[in-house]
């Protein structure tokens, strides 16, 4: 589903009581068409939070040294669009707008969206994108809890199964 359109039209036709959003792009956009939501947090009803968006790369890629270059590289650039993006949001949303595609022309929520989005970029450290084990290994457990980890055959399998330590890696990270 692209993020915006779907999510609104979904609660507005009745066809869902709740959905998942990025409060700062589709709350952003609820506000602007005066649409009243009532957000709550996963934590709220004992449910931890995972990483969201995420970042993935095969993992042929991650362990040959090209590929591993290219993602080291691409992730830098990346923590520099943040770092900026963070410092400066109105100079980011510009540059979004700039890039003339169609899905971001409405300039004032585009840079309604970066405001919103500002102090979310980096962490209090001023670091971005580094994952956690015990994140993780939290969020699959009530994955498994809830019989929602699934194999490839819908079959409900035990948390203990997967290598928490497989799902991820901070070493192409340069903070």
Request: glycine letters at 8%; proline letters at 3%.
């Amino acid at each position: 589903v692209q993020s915006g359109s779907a999510v609104a039209s979904q609660l507005q036709a009745g066809k869902s009581d709740s959905t998942w959003i990025f409060t700062q792009w589709e709350g952003v956009l609820a506000q602007r068409a005066g649409q009243d939501l009532r957000c709550f947090h996963l934590e709220d009803y004992g449910i931890p939070y995972g990483y969201s968006p995420v970042l993935l790369a095969h993992p042929d890629m991650i362990a040959n040294a090209k590929g591993a270059d290219i993602l080291r590289r691409f992730l830098a650039a990346t923590a520099e669009g943040y770092k900026r993006a963070a410092a400066d949001p109105a100079a980011a949303a510009a540059a979004i707008v700039a890039s003339g595609h169609p899905s971001v022309a409405d300039a004032a929520f585009v840079h309604a969206a970066a405001e919103a989005t500002a102090d979310r970029y980096l962490t209090t450290e001023g670091t971005w994108g580094a994952m956690h084990h015990e994140r993780w290994a939290r969020f699959l457990g009530f994955l498994a809890s809830e019989g929602i980890l699934t194999d490839r055959q819908g079959v409900a399998i035990e948390a203990a199964r997967v290598d928490v330590a497989q799902l991820f890696t901070n070493e192409l990270l340069q903070q």
